[in-house]
């Protein structure tokens, strides 16, 4: 079935630093790719989203890119900073055009001073 | 302001007790869904809604029961909680051909 697996946390970066959080998908058709993000004490929120194959995405300075010849997804982001700490989900919709999201067990960030 | 909200944001309970979790939009969203977050297992779905009357189970729908009566609200139904279903809760809503899903702020179940 459909699956996303990301790195595991907990991620700790000093502010400025190069972030990359690894996400890699089950290759079943074309599905649309998310990356949400998780602030303490709230619920999730969309940071960006591909929806075909080379597609970009890209938000508050975050970019993921779809790379189908290695069902990649990775999240990265030139230079973090300390409002940057959550934790961040990836995400696959089916590709059968389904509403289903399955999501990744999600990345925390912690970003220090 | 575009939302979904979730009530109670906090509930701790007994083993047995049926409890509600009530879920509400105002985006005139045609599709509804509720996830658990637990820790090292991400979200999983539980049940969905594709429009009023219609809903369907998702990965983990034992012991949860839901209905859609209105377009706008999805409860959430423990007829009788077990310590397994504490767990951080969130309904989601979308648009039947959107992309991106607005989530609620989360509830709390404990059960003891």
């Known amino acids: 079935g459909d699956s996303v697996t990301q790195m595991e946390g907990p991620v700790t970066l000093s502010e400025e630093a190069f972030l990359t959080i690894n996400c890699t998908y089950t290759?079943?058709?074309?599905?649309?790719l998310f990356w949400y993000v998780q602030y303490p004490g709230e619920g999730l929120q969309l940071l960006l989203k591909a929806t075909k194959a080379d597609d970009k995405g890209s938000n508050k300075g975050f970019e993921a890119t779809y790379r189908k010849e290695t069902t990649s997804f990775h999240l990265e982001k030139g230079s973090v900073q300390v409002s940057d700490s959550a934790v961040y989900f990836c995400a696959r919709r089916g590709a059968g055009g389904g509403n289903k999201l399955t999501f990744g067990t999600g990345t925390q960030l912690k970003v220090e001073l | 302001e575009a939302q979904v909200t979730q009530n109670p944001r906090y509930l701790i309970t007994v083993t047995g007790k049926k409890l509600t979790v009530t879920c509400s939009q105002n985006?005139?969203?045609?599709?509804m869904s509720w996830y658990r977050q637990d820790p090292g297992l991400g979200l999983r779905q539980i049940y969905y809604s594709m429009n009023v009357e219609v809903t369907d189970k998702g990965d983990v729908p034992e012991g949860y029961k839901v209905s859609r009566k209105e377009k706008r609200n999805f409860p959430l139904i423990l007829e009788s909680p077990s310590p397994n279903q504490t767990s951080l809760y969130f309904c989601a809503s979308m648009k039947r051909e959107g992309h991106e899903q607005y989530f609620g702020p989360g509830t709390r179940l404990t059960v003891t």
């Open positions: 985006m005139n969203h045609e599709y």
């Open positions: 290759a079943t058709g074309y599905p649309s």
